[in-house]
DNA sequence: TTCGTTATTGACGTTAACGTTAACGTCAAA
DNA sequence: TTTGACGTTAACGTTAACGTCAATAACGAA
């Protein structure tokens, strides 16, 4: 265990959410992450394991970590005087107007999906139809 | 101009969705494209219109490549037996699975992404009043 | 027929996101 | 005190998804 009850090693973190070591070293070199030092190991604070989580559900939406950097920084960024939080404003608009066409796409798909499905049980009705005829 | 007034050439369809030649070349390499041919030309049909249209779709929500060739084998297979429109549904259950967990995870993003906005909102406010008073 | 545009194949280069290996330090338990 | 689990840095390797040439061919218009 480490100092903190609430900080962990590098190697449970990794378990925890299911990568390597490695991938969490390089998350750092990259400058997603910045955990705290016990000596020379790293110690991950709450508000690190929250970033991880972030840079995983990124990741899952088929962000490059680059872009990930820029909106773990949206939302971690200091409070700033005027012109700096239009111009914040301007990038949440920018991000979500990604994340409705990623929805849309999504939901394009899974009517798709349904339509393939669909065409399936029918089939399957005809056949069992079949079987029951002869 | 194509023999067909339905198909098209590499360059117009590279143009139509902004991509390059070489992109489509890599799809065809891959087999998520088979294109007709005009002698040596590539002549694109309306079903590889949309094969490309499925293809960057798939590209949009990070899927891979070899992942979306499957996905697309999903919707463009033959009817089949029940054995096999059996294992098709379930891979179409998995599918939606994903697509689920996108989803969500969207859905957590715009939620952050509110959230922030909202404390911007509230920080030119203050920042207004301020002016205001004094 | 020549020119400009668009196409072809083939091959090597590039970038992101890690994997892998090496060589070494540290610390608690046996 | 040595062993085993865990950690460290550094460096090279790998894979996916193209980019970027180069050399060549075909085609339509002037």
Redesign the interface.
């Known amino acids: 265990m480490g100092f903190d009850e609430e900080s962990c090693s590098i190697g449970e973190l990794a378990r925890e959410f299911g990568i390597t070591t490695r991938t969490i070293r390089f998350y750092e070199d990259e400058g997603l992450l910045t955990p705290l030092r016990a000596g020379t190991r790293r110690l991950f604070s709450p508000r690190e394991r929250t970033r991880l989580k972030l840079i995983l559900?990124g990741?899952?939406?088929?962000?490059q970590l680059s872009e990930i950097a820029e909106i773990i920084n949206?939302?971690s960024q200091a409070?700033?005087?005027?012109g700096q939080?239009?111009l914040?404003?301007e990038k949440?608009d920018a991000?979500?107007q990604e994340?409705?066409?990623?929805?849309a796409?999504?939901?394009?798909?899974?009517g798709?999906?349904r339509a393939?499905?669909e065409r399936?049980?029918g089939?399957?009705a005809e056949?069992a139809n079949k079987g029951n005829e002869s």
């Not at 409070?79 to 005027?82: A, K, L």
């Not at 994340?99 to 929805?103: G, N």
Request: aromatic share 6%.
């Open positions: 559900r990741k899952r939406l088929g962000f949206l939302f409070p700033g005087e005027e939080l239009h914040l404003l949440i991000r979500r994340l409705l066409v990623k929805r796409d999504i939901d394009e798909s899974l798709d999906l393939v499905e399936c049980h089939r399957l056949l």
